[in-house]
Each structure stands twice: as C-alpha cells, then as structure tokens.
C-alpha cells in the first residue's frame, strides 16, 4: 500500500504498480480514462462476486449500496473541498451537465452562454434546451482559452441581460486551456445567471476547491483524472442555490419519502438530483479510487507532478521543428495538444501509438493530437515520446519508415 511520504524514488514504482495498465504502453489518455487502481477493481470485484453468490434484491444488499454511496459522496467532497450534503452521484459529467441546465425555470426568450471550446457533454444540453424551449443560446469566441483577460472581455460582451445560465469547461477539452472560473462565476453572478462548471479535465488534474471558485453547479467524472471505473460521476451543488433549481429528472432515489399519491419530501441536501440506480460495485470503485488518490498518493503531490510534467511535455514537444503545441502554456492543466506539419492527426497518431506504443487520442474539431499528461507518467516515457514524434516530424505519411526498430518499441522505462 503506498503513502504520501515515500520518496519519490520509491513512491513512483509503487504507484505503477498499482496501477497495472501503465505497463501496456506510455499511457497519455487519463483525459478519456484513467489507469483503474489495482484496489479499485479488486473491491469492484468483490462486490460483484458478493452479488453473484447472494444476490441483489435481499434488504441488506440495499443498506449497504446506501453506505456505499455514502462513501463515494465523501470521497468527491475531499476532491473538491466541499461538504456531502453538496454532491450528488450521477452517471458522468454529461449526466451531471444536464441536470445543471435543465435546472433552471426556463422561459422562451432567455438566454443560454457558453464558449466556443466545450465539449459535447456541456454543449449538447444546451442545444437541446435551445430547441425544446426556444432558448438563445450564445457561444462566446475565447480563441484557444489561454488568455483569461481575453476570455473574460468575451464573456462580459455575452452576458447581457436575460442570461439566465452561463455553462463553461474549467479546463478545455480541445486545448487544454483552463479558465478563470473564479472571476466568470463573479461576472455571471453579477448579471444574475446561474454558473455550470464541466469539471472533466480539471478534476484530480489541478486543485479545485469549488465553494471558493463561487460556482452553482461543478459537474465531474469518475473515470477520467480520478482513476474510478465508467458510468459513474458526481455533480457539485452550491447550498445557496439548492432550493432554486428546477427538477428536470427524478425519480425514487430524489425524496426522502413519497406516497402512491405521488406527494413526497425532496431530500433537503444534493441527493435531490439523484434520479435513478447505480451501478453498485462502479460507485464503491468510484469511492475507492478518490479515496486511493486523496490517502496514499496525496493531492497536493498528484497536482505538483501533473503540472511539473505537462509543462515539460509541452516544452519538449515545442521544440520539436514542425511541431505546433495549442496549450497555452502559461495556463495549462494536464492536457497538451498538438499538430505535426504535413500529418493529419489520425495518420500521426497512428504511427506514434506503433513506434512508441503511446494511448493517446486525436481532438477531431482540431486536428490535433492530445496527450493527458498523468502523476504516474515518468520523464524517460515523456522523452521517448517526444523522440517518436520528432521521427514522424522529420517525415511525410510518404516518407516514414515503413516498420519501426523493435529497440525503440521495447525501451525501458525510466
């Protein structure tokens, strides 16, 4: 079992270790998902063999899904710096997103804002509420994000009267940008819009204390930077708002009491959001992985590695001639995106993925490459991956090699 306090000689091993799919190949894809801790699946494991054996219908195994959610609430509230009484479990950040835009009491003729850099699961909500409701919505051009005094001008010419919501990436999924959350959440308060955070790429990546940053809603993943299975998340809802939103979806999980009548007590804290089921053995790995990273790895050591070594890929990347890096890298989180001159990012990426055995992935609307840049990453990984890059840089899709040397394939890790 590892700890915070292990030197860094001995702690990165161990947490390799742990985490048993950093040995496929240079894992540069937590921003889609993130390496499963080896104590997450065996406690997900088990939970599913206990079901298998006993079943899930006995009074006991319903006590005891109640204790694990619980527990999964109480491990996103150290994440975030919050109370449980303020999260609710969902699905993934897409579900958590929904819930905070179809929480507020709509009209035709309002107004939706969000910028030019979000990813689906924050900007789909919105045009389905622009076509349900008749609702304007306006997509604020912040360029590629990294300058906060250009993303705020932007955001202070959108924000007009009759804004009702303002729904934006802490950190862009495209980019890698991250945005001054604070300083928006006090413009759209100022105008009296709600603020809805898609905390995708910002969560287990940087430091987020949600009550300071001032927002309503913070919408999060359990299987991207916070190492938890698929099909399970959270959402952040502020106290001060918790009487205000509306209900879009609900359901038995959402009252403390309901009758055949259909006259029920909603639950007074965030719980109201939870409309439905959960996977039971998803949400204890969702507990167990937060848990896992907030005890024995340590956030304030997790954040200072990611930064320290996104920073240094982007250099390195940077560097390379013919390489374009897009993360603005004075205000960068965990994620670096990039071009190579004369490669379309699908064909780059595949050359990359068979010569230096790298998970990364493409940002389509870009054409670019994103790596996701994790603590357990190590420097030789980094160097190598660079040194592929700079290989396929140094070619056209014409040119390259047609079979990489199996030497550089099989380079130790460092």
């Known amino acids: 079992m590892v700890t915070p306090f292990l030197p860094d000689d001995e702690k990165l091993p161990a947490l390799r270790e742990a985490l048993p799919s950093t040995a496929a190949g240079i894992y540069l894809n937590t921003g889609t998902a993130g390496p ?25 195994y319903w006590r005891d899904s ?7 609430r109480a491990a996103v509230a150290a994440i975030l710096g919050t109370g449980t009484g303020s999260i609710a479990l969902t699905h993934a950040t897409t579900d958590g997103m929904n819930i905070a835009t179809w929480a507020v009491d709509w009209r035709p003729g309002d107004r939706a804002v969000t910028t030019s850099l979000e990813h689906a699961g924050g900007l789909a909500p919105l045009r389905a509420l622009r076509d349900c409701w008749g ?47 604070g300083e928006i959440a006090e413009l759209a308060h100022s105008r009296g819009a709600l603020v809805a955070v898609d905390g995708a790429q910002a969560v287990g990546a940087i430091p987020v204390a949600v009550e300071e940053l001032g927002v309503d809603f913070y919408a999060v993943p359990g299987q991207k930077w916070l190492l938890g299975p698929e099909g ?14 509306r209900l879009a979806f609900s359901g038995l999980a959402a009252f403390e009491e309901m ?13 109201r959001f939870e409309n439905s089921t959960l996977h039971q053995p998803s949400v204890l790995g969702f507990a167990r992985s937060a848990a896992w990273l907030s005890m024995y790895v340590g956030t304030n050591w997790m954040y200072e590695r990611i930064a320290r070594l996104a920073a240094e890929a982007a250099t390195m990347l940077a560097d390379v001639p013919g390489v374009e890096v897009l993360t603005p890298r004075d205000n960068m989180a965990g994620l670096v995106t990039f ?3 004369g490669w379309k990012a699908t064909t780059a990426l595949r050359e990359l993925s068979q010569r230096t055995l790298c998970i990364a992935r493409t940002v389509p609307p870009l054409d670019a490459i994103r790596i ?22 140094e070619h056209t899709p014409e040119t390259i090699p047609h079979r990489p040397k199996m030497e550089f394939l099989l380079g130790g890790v460092e």
């Open 339 to 341: 071009r190579i001159a």
């Open 36 to 60: 499963l801790p080896r104590e997450s699946a065996r406690a997900m494991a088990e939970a599913e063999a206990w079901e298998l054996r006993t079943g899930r219908a006995d009074v006991n």
């Open 259 to 271: 009758d055949l009548a259909g006259q029920g007590k909603l639950w007074p804290d965030a719980r």
């Open 372 to 393: 996701s840049v994790g603590f357990f990453n190590t420097e030789g990984e980094l160097r190598r991956f660079r040194d592929g890059v700079a290989l396929v840089a």
């Open 135 to 181: 609702v304007e919505l306006e997509l604020a051009d912040v360029g590629s994000g990294g300058d906060s005094a250009a993303v705020l001008a932007a955001l202070d010419r959108a924000i007009v009267p009759g804004t009702r919501l303002v729904s934006v990436s802490h950190v862009s999924w495209a980019t890698g940008a991250r945005l001054p959350i």
């Open 232 to 245: 399970v998340g959270a959402l952040y809802c502020a106290p001060s708002v918790m009487d205000r939103p």
């Open 66 to 72: 109640l204790e694990r959610k619980a527990e999964a």
